[in-house]
């Protein structure tokens, strides 16, 4: 009995810092910690979030583009208060310079739209995301759906290192 219940408290002890370990990586690119923030039952569009940054001895990475069978499209789009008004506008890229990390996060500037939902966004789902760039590989990431504030800490704890 007592073997169960360490392994328990052991997995209570790491699976916090598994959270963290949430990242992709490709030759001088790193993706962290993708998440997407729950939809209420019905919404026809959600939000998915990254980081993307380049090593300082990699090449410019443009994101052009995303996809994921959890929405009809995804575009890339930019959130920003204009004159009192948070205005969204779509994007045709984001660049991400050598040395840069770009951080998508809810509340403003670059985030991923998902566009026509195929179902509810609810915590602790998972999805697959492809990521398109113009000069190299797409790469694929697993999301995660959890709260803004749970996703935003996971995704900050990446610059820890």
């Known amino acids: 009995m007592r073997l169960p219940l360490m392994a328990l408290c052991l997995a209570t002890v790491l699976l916090p810092g598994l959270s963290l370990a949430h990242e992709v990586r490709q030759v001088h690119l790193r993706v962290a910690h993708p998440f997407a923030t729950p939809t209420p039952p019905g919404a026809p569009h959600g939000a998915a979030y990254l980081d993307i940054s380049i090593d300082e001895d990699g090449e410019t990475a443009t994101l052009v583009g995303a996809s994921t069978p959890m929405s009809q499209g995804v575009e890339l789009h930019d959130m ?19 040395g840069e990390t770009v951080t998508l996060r809810p509340g403003g500037g670059p985030h991923l739209m998902l566009l026509g939902l195929t179902s ?6 998972t999805f697959p995301l492809m990521l398109e760039f113009a000069e190299r590989e797409a790469v694929e990431v697993e999301v995660r759906v959890q709260e803004a504030n749970a996703g935003i800490e996971a995704a900050d704890g990446h610059h820890d290192h």
């Open 80 to 98: 920003r208060l204009d004159e009192g008004t948070m205005r969204m506008r779509k994007l045709d890229e984001i660049v991400i310079e050598p």
């Open 120 to 125: 509810t966004l609810s915590e602790g789902d």
